[in-house]
């Protein structure tokens, strides 16, 4: 029980700070792939090349003033960060990292918790980031605020809709719902469910773009729209973390694609913890790329799309998985 | 170890506190929310029984009973919403009149 | 330890339900039954219904919620300014048959379980719980039922839009 208790507490640990540590370095990342693509040079001055840009950006947002709207609901108000920076938190708790070493006798699973259910948590605790900006809106008083946050939020819930159908092809070739197990049955190359189930990748990527409101659909927040959106009249840290909870839930849906498509920690020569690095890598840098490359989608085209295109696209590929499996 | 009794007494109370928000509240959308509460009591006992049996049978209603739920509440707000489009009050003791 | 977290949660249950029905403000009241609904997810889990555990976050805290909640923040509620009852004593009715309703139910229990209480080899079972059971159930015993709700489902989704829409 103590050994259970101690090896866990490490295991968040670690996981915590590296999650903390990519999160911030994430944003000074962004900014310099974004100048790239725009032939410019990006955050270069701070440190060695720039590097110590997040640390500025942090000791600005801390040392800003306090913001209250006036009439605004001083409890919601201050919840709303919170409640947006905690689910992205708790998905990194379910991910595995790598197959299990043996330490002093003891078996660790690099895995925080193995849950049976392991891919419906991550789908529970993202259905529960909707709150964050649901009362970030309503208790701002704002009517910029309302009206975004109505528009993210709406957004948000029917882009869960695809990204809960679109992996059901991956749960039935892999026949449970153990994220361990799901990486596990991915051994060998070809067997990485990315070549078995393309279109479920597809869509599942671009419904997870969509649930963290990044572009091409990042109309609720974008500068040029509504001001901007739900967290209009947010300053210092409490904007601080819902910038924050943006890249950790950018963070997670890679995550979780590399641990459903793209076959988790698995790879020759190199430790898996550096394979999982590696692939997770690879796909925020798509998610930057797509930043930086399409222009956004209009509210209406949005909703449709999300509505009248993907929802058929995911059932005709559960449909289609169904038939072949049982050919 | 959590004997069977205690899940069965602590769903009686949550059904008694969801009927008597149902009784004691003008707004209608607490009086839904009381009734989520009893909703809720029930799926409790329902999954309480299911596990100290052993059959998954508990279970499954409880997720027909969750569906249900779902439905009923996505109607019952469509409803609240015309009846204030219409009012401008979703006080249940004014709205006691099937057409005026 | 089983019980400690039992008698948490059946606290944490029981007094947020408590403040759902008696706060004046409809969104704190929703907040609270998000609580509510919270609680009774980990109650499953401790119970070993992983499957139903997760479904009733998934779909209750984080869909029908988000609906109470929309509806709320769209029709701009301001605070509980309804007027004294409209019958005489009607509170204090209320309180007394549910006090009623409570005794009976407790006495169903007490009568329904002849050794005092516990069902004869009560003991939990949380294989049961498991995804692979209650699918098993669901789509061989219940296939019929899962059917009709899922077209339940449909007609809702249709009635709801028929009934909010402004014109035809």
Redesign the interface.
Known sequence: MAAFILISSLKVLVVFSVFMLIVAYLSYVERRLVARFQTRIGPNRVGPAGLLQPIADAIKLLTKEEVFPANANRI?FVLAPILSLIPALLIMSVIPFGDSLTLFGQRIDLIISD???GI??V???T??G??GI?MAG?SSNSKYS?LGA?RS?AQM?SYEVSYGLSIIGVLMMAGT?NLMEIVKSQANFFDWYIFKQPLGFLIFSVCGIAETNRAPFDLPEAETELVAGYHTEYSSMKFGMFFMAEYAHMLNVSAIVTTLFLGGWQGPWLPPVVWFLLKVSVFLFGYIWLRATLPRFRYDQLMSFGWKFLLPLALLNIFATGIFMYL | ??????????S??????????V?????A??V???I??ML?AV??SL??F????????G??I???V??????????G??????I?RSRES??V?EVNLMKW | M??TI?LIL?LV??LS??L??T?KN??I??LY??V??GS?AV??F???????G???????????M??????????N?KR?E?GPD?KKG??VL??L???F??VE??AA?KIG?SDG???AG??????????S??A???FI??LY??EI?SI??L???L??VV??KKRF
């Open positions: 919601m849950l049976n259910v419906l948590f789908f529970a605790v259905s529960l909707v709150y649901v309503w309302l109505l939020s819930i719902l | 170890m959590v004997p069977l009794n205690y899940y069965l007494i602590l009686a109370l949550l059904f008694a506190i969801g009927v008597v928000g009784l004691i509240n003008r707004n959308i607490v839904f929310m009381s989520e509460i809720n799926n409790l999954i309480a299911s596990q100290f049996r052993g059959s998954p049978v279970q499954v409880v997720f027909l969750m569906a249900v739920a779902a439905a009923e509440a996505a109607v707000l469509a409803i609240i919403l015309v204030h979703i006080n003791d | 089983t019980l039992f059946a249950s029981v339900s408590i759902v029905i706060q409809s969104v009241s929703a039954l998000i509510t609904l009774q109650l499953y401790l119970l070993g219904a992983t499957f139903i997760v479904l009733q976050i998934i779909v209750y805290a984080g869909a029908i988000v609906l109470f909640l929309f509806v709320i923040m769209l029709l509620l509980d309804f409209q009607q509170r209320a309180f048959f549910t006090l309703l409570a139910i407790l229990l379980f209480g516990t069902p009560a003991v939990l079972n949380p294989a049961s719980g498991s995804p059971e209650v098993r159930s669901l015993d219940f039922p899962f709700v339940l489902l007609v809702a989704i009635g709801v009934l909010v």
